[in-house]
């Protein structure tokens, strides 16, 4: 008999827990399952049959968040690309040098040549003159020999091709195809120039052309290149 008292008081107790969690359950939207796996043991024997316990229960709620693996794409406007030559080179690694630099063309204004001339455009070094990626420049090749290559911020790389009977020292000139443009794109500064690689006095077509077909500069190129 007392095991059967015992047994009807638990029934009724567990219809009142299930009672209870079935009104929280509508109240607070959250389903009886979520609130049976957000308390421990602890919380179930602390529940005392009144209305108080559901609103302690608000507060004790844990949310489980599921993590999916998302795969994260990054977009062409996301990866930043050199904007300019000058972006692609570490100038720092080279060896720096102070000039005086002005501007030539192949006319007669700088080479006293004319388009009739039949060394007109063809540089000391037997190369044509150049306005490229890779330009041809004129220098004192005591001072930087026929091949050196510089850097040239502002103008970009320059060849030595060439000489001048006013380009003495610590000055060079670099090409460009018209009048206008030397005055308008140059003219005449005070620059740090880079010694990318010094030349051995040979320059060639083909190693210009070369250095001016380097791939991975091509998208440069239309910056440079004369028509």
Known sequence: MVIYKILRKSLFVLLFILALLSSYSLIANVSSVDVFASLDANDIRKIEFNRAPAKEMIGKKKYVRKQSNVTKYISSEQVTAPATLEETIDLT???KKKVVATGYTAGVESTGKSPDHPAYGITYS???VKRDLYSTIAADISVFPIGTILFIPGYGYGVVADTGSAIKGN???LYYPT???VFEKWGKREV???????GNGDLSEDVLTALNNTEALQVF???YQSE
């Open 93 to 95: 690694q080279f060896e």
């Open 126 to 128: 037997g190369v044509k």
């Open 171 to 173: 000055k060079i000139d």
């Open 179 to 181: 009048v206008k443009e």
């Open 192 to 198: 740090d120039v880079y010694v990318v690689e010094r």
């Open 221 to 223: 190129r239309s910056q």
